[in-house]
Protein backbone atom coordinates (compact mmCIF):
# COMPACT_ATOMS: atom_id res chain seq x y z
CA UNK A 1 0.00 0.00 0.00
CA UNK A 2 1.01 3.46 -0.86
CA UNK A 3 0.01 6.40 1.24
CA UNK A 4 0.45 10.08 0.34
CA UNK A 5 -0.03 13.27 2.28
CA UNK A 6 -0.16 16.55 1.00
CA UNK A 7 0.40 19.67 3.49
CA UNK A 8 1.55 23.66 2.38
CA UNK A 9 -2.35 24.92 1.43
CA UNK A 10 -3.95 27.89 2.63
CA UNK A 11 -4.75 31.33 1.82
CA UNK A 12 -3.01 33.83 0.23
CA UNK A 13 -3.59 36.99 -1.66
CA UNK A 14 -3.38 37.06 -5.57
CA UNK A 15 0.26 37.48 -6.53
CA UNK A 16 1.25 35.55 -3.81
CA UNK A 17 3.44 32.29 -3.50
CA UNK A 18 2.37 28.68 -1.91
CA UNK A 19 4.45 25.36 -2.07
CA UNK A 20 2.81 22.12 -1.63
CA UNK A 21 4.32 19.26 0.10
CA UNK A 22 3.44 15.49 -0.80
CA UNK A 23 4.84 13.20 1.65
CA UNK A 24 5.00 9.14 0.01
CA UNK A 25 5.58 6.02 2.17
CA UNK A 26 4.74 2.36 2.69
CA UNK A 27 5.59 0.63 -0.95
CA UNK A 28 8.24 1.41 -3.24
CA UNK A 29 8.11 1.26 -7.11
CA UNK A 30 11.65 1.44 -9.52
CA UNK A 31 9.45 3.32 -11.90
CA UNK A 32 6.63 6.05 -11.06
CA UNK A 33 5.76 9.06 -11.97
CA UNK A 34 4.14 11.86 -9.61
CA UNK A 35 1.32 14.33 -9.94
CA UNK A 36 -0.54 16.91 -9.05
CA UNK A 37 -3.93 17.87 -9.77
CA UNK A 38 -6.27 20.05 -8.87
CA UNK A 39 -10.68 20.04 -8.68
CA UNK A 40 -12.17 23.57 -8.54
CA UNK A 41 -15.93 24.08 -7.14
CA UNK A 42 -18.07 22.61 -9.74
CA UNK A 43 -15.91 21.53 -11.72
CA UNK A 44 -13.95 18.39 -12.67
CA UNK A 45 -10.55 17.33 -11.60
CA UNK A 46 -7.68 18.44 -13.69
CA UNK A 47 -4.21 17.72 -14.01
CA UNK A 48 -1.97 20.18 -13.05
CA UNK A 49 1.65 19.17 -13.21
CA UNK A 50 3.83 15.64 -12.88
CA UNK A 51 7.14 14.57 -12.65
CA UNK A 52 9.04 11.60 -13.22
CA UNK A 53 12.15 9.78 -12.00
CA UNK A 54 13.99 11.13 -14.51
CA UNK A 55 12.74 14.92 -13.94
CA UNK A 56 10.98 15.39 -17.09
CA UNK A 57 7.99 17.25 -16.43
CA UNK A 58 4.44 18.32 -18.23
CA UNK A 59 2.56 21.14 -17.06
CA UNK A 60 -0.91 22.33 -17.46
CA UNK A 61 -1.14 25.16 -20.17
CA UNK A 62 -2.16 27.99 -17.87
CA UNK A 63 0.23 26.68 -14.89
CA UNK A 64 3.42 27.45 -16.98
CA UNK A 65 6.25 29.83 -15.78
CA UNK A 66 4.51 29.96 -12.62
CA UNK A 67 4.17 26.15 -11.13
CA UNK A 68 6.83 23.89 -10.75
CA UNK A 69 6.90 20.57 -9.50
CA UNK A 70 10.25 18.81 -7.94
CA UNK A 71 11.16 15.71 -6.09
CA UNK A 72 13.24 15.06 -2.91
CA UNK A 73 14.19 11.48 -3.49
CA UNK A 74 15.91 11.40 -0.43
CA UNK A 75 12.98 12.23 1.77
CA UNK A 76 10.33 11.02 -0.46
CA UNK A 77 8.48 13.64 -1.10
CA UNK A 78 7.51 16.09 -4.39
CA UNK A 79 6.36 19.50 -4.16
CA UNK A 80 4.51 21.67 -5.79
CA UNK A 81 6.02 25.39 -5.80
CA UNK A 82 2.81 27.80 -7.24
CA UNK A 83 4.00 31.33 -7.54
CA UNK A 84 1.77 34.55 -9.43
CA UNK A 85 -1.08 32.45 -8.39
CA UNK A 86 -4.50 34.08 -9.57
CA UNK A 87 -7.62 33.82 -8.06
CA UNK A 88 -8.67 30.78 -10.85
CA UNK A 89 -6.07 28.81 -9.12
CA UNK A 90 -8.48 28.12 -6.03
CA UNK A 91 -8.82 24.65 -5.58
CA UNK A 92 -8.55 21.55 -3.58
CA UNK A 93 -4.82 20.36 -4.75
CA UNK A 94 -4.69 16.63 -4.84
CA UNK A 95 -1.09 14.76 -5.54
CA UNK A 96 -1.31 11.58 -7.04
CA UNK A 97 0.85 8.74 -8.04
CA UNK A 98 1.54 6.19 -11.21
CA UNK A 99 3.20 3.37 -10.56
CA UNK A 100 5.14 1.12 -12.80
CA UNK A 101 5.03 4.04 -15.71
CA UNK A 102 8.11 6.18 -16.65
CA UNK A 103 6.09 8.67 -19.55
CA UNK A 104 4.62 11.34 -18.15
CA UNK A 105 0.66 11.60 -18.46
CA UNK A 106 -2.21 14.03 -17.73
CA UNK A 107 -4.61 11.31 -17.54
CA UNK A 108 -6.42 10.92 -14.60
CA UNK A 109 -6.60 7.06 -15.05
CA UNK A 110 -2.86 6.10 -14.75
CA UNK A 111 -2.69 7.40 -11.39
CA UNK A 112 -3.59 4.62 -9.13
CA UNK A 113 -2.80 6.44 -5.49
CA UNK A 114 -3.90 9.56 -4.34
CA UNK A 115 -3.49 11.72 -1.12
CA UNK A 116 -6.28 13.40 0.54
CA UNK A 117 -6.39 17.07 -1.07
CA UNK A 118 -5.15 20.43 0.57
CA UNK A 119 -7.07 23.47 -0.11
CA UNK A 120 -5.66 26.29 -1.79
CA UNK A 121 -7.53 29.71 -1.87
CA UNK A 122 -6.32 32.81 -3.96
CA UNK A 123 -8.12 35.97 -2.76
CA UNK A 124 -8.24 38.81 -5.38
Known amino acids: QVQLVESGGGLVQAGGSLRLSCATS????????MGWFRQAPGKEREFVAASNWMSVTSYLESVKGRFTISRDYTKNTVYLQMNSLKPEDTAVYYC??????????????????WGQGTQVTVSS
Open 26 to 33: GRTFSDYV
Open 96 to 113: ALAPDVRRVSPREVEYEY
